[in-house]
C-alpha cells in the first residue's frame, strides 16, 4: 500500500506503517553516518544538547557527493545502515523515530525500535541520482569539518519511493545475501528472473532500463 508521511515522525503516524507499504516522505529530514553518530552519542552520555532535536525526526545514512551548479545536492545514495548499529539504540532512545539506510539492522537495533515505536525504512543502494531530485533544500547544521558526512538538513518532498519494483528487488537482493550468494547487477537481474518479476526473453539492457525504477542495477550493489 501507497502511503505520504510527512515530518515529524511522531508515534501515531509510525502505528500506521507496515511492513512493505510503498512510502514517500515530505518535510524535514536529516543526514548523518557513523561519524556524526559519534559525536552525537558522545553528547547524550555528556549531558549536553544536541545540534538538532532527534525527537520524532527521521535520520538518513548519507554522505552526498558534491552539488553541481544549480542543483541542490549531488549523488544521495544511502549508506550500509550496520555502521550505525553501535549509536542507533542510544538516538532511538532519545526519541529517533525513523531512519533511513541500506541493509540489514542488527538485533539490538530492532529491540530498541520495538522498544519505542521506531521504524527503519530498507532503502536500496545505487538510486542516489533519483534520490537527490526529491530534496529540495539542504543545509549543513553540524559537524562541517566532516565533509561530506557533515549533519544536513534537507527539505524532501514525496522522498524514498519504495513501490512494488523496488520492494522486489530487495527481495531478490536479500535472498541472494542469505544464501551467501554474490550479490551485484548480474546476479539481481537472474534473481528477478527467477522469481519472476522480470521477462527472461529481455535483453539485460531492456531489463535494466525498462523502468526507472532499475536504473540502479546498473551499478554493482553490495552489502559490505
Known amino acids: 500500500m501507497e502511503k505520504r508521511i510527512t515530518t515529524p515522525l511522531t508515534y501515531e503516524k509510525v502505528k500506521d506503517l507496515k511492513s512493505g507499504d510503498s512510502v514517500l516522505i515530505s518535510g524535514v529530514i536529516y543526514t548523518a553516518r557513523d561519524a556524526a553518530h559519534k559525536r552525537l552519542c558522545e553528547l547524550l552520555a555528556q549531558g549536553k544538547e544536541l545540534p538538532f532535536d532527534v525527537k520524532d525526526n527521521i535520520?538518513?545514512?548519507?554522505?552526498?557527493?558534491?552539488?553541481?551548479?544549480?542543483?541542490?545536492?549531488?549523488?544521495?545514495?544511502?549508506?550500509?545502515?550496520?555502521?550505525?548499529?553501535?549509536?542507533?539504540?542510544?538516538?532511538?532512545?532519545?526519541?529517533?523515530?525513523?531512519?533511513?539506510?541500506?541493509?540489514?539492522?542488527?538485533?539490538?537495533?530492532?529491540?530498541?525500535?520495538?522498544?519505542?515505536?521506531?521504524?527503519?525504512?530498507?532503502?536500496?543502494?545505487?538510486?542516489?541520482?533519483?534520490?537527490?531530485?526529491?530534496?529540495?533544500?539542504?543545509?549543513?547544521?553540524?559537524?562541517?569539518?566532516?565533509?561530506?558526512?557533515?549533519?544536513?538538513?534537507l527539505e524532501v518532498e514525496d522522498f524514498y519511493e519504495g513501490n512494488a519494483n523496488n520492494r522486489a528487488i530487495f527481495k531478490a537482493m536479500l535472498a541472494l545475501y542469505n544464501r551467501g550468494e554474490p550479490v551485484d547487477s548480474q546476479t539481481v537481474v537472474n534473481e528477478l528472473i527467477n522469481i519472476k518479476e522480470l521477462d527472461e526473453n529481455s535483453s539485460i539492457d531492456e531489463k535494466i532500463m525498462h523502468d526507472e525504477n532499475y536504473i540502479f542495477i546498473g551499478t554493482d550493489i553490495t552489502f559490505k
Do not use: H, W
Open 59 to 153: 535520520v538518513y545514512y548519507l554522505g552526498p557527493t558534491p552539488a553541481r551548479e544549480g542543483l541542490v545536492i549531488g549523488s544521495a545514495g544511502p549508506t550500509t545502515s550496520y555502521r550505525m548499529d553501535p549509536y542507533s539504540p542510544i538516538l532511538i532512545r532519545a526519541g529517533l523515530r525513523g531512519m533511513i539506510g541500506k541493509g540489514k539492522r542488527g538485533l539490538e537495533v530492532v529491540n530498541a525500535m520495538k522498544e519505542q515505536g521506531a521504524v527503519y525504512f530498507g532503502a536500496i543502494g545505487g538510486a542516489g541520482a533519483l534520490l537527490s531530485k526529491c530534496i529540495k533544500k539542504a543545509e549543513i547544521v553540524a559537524y562541517e569539518d566532516l565533509g561530506s558526512e557533515a549533519v544536513r538538513r
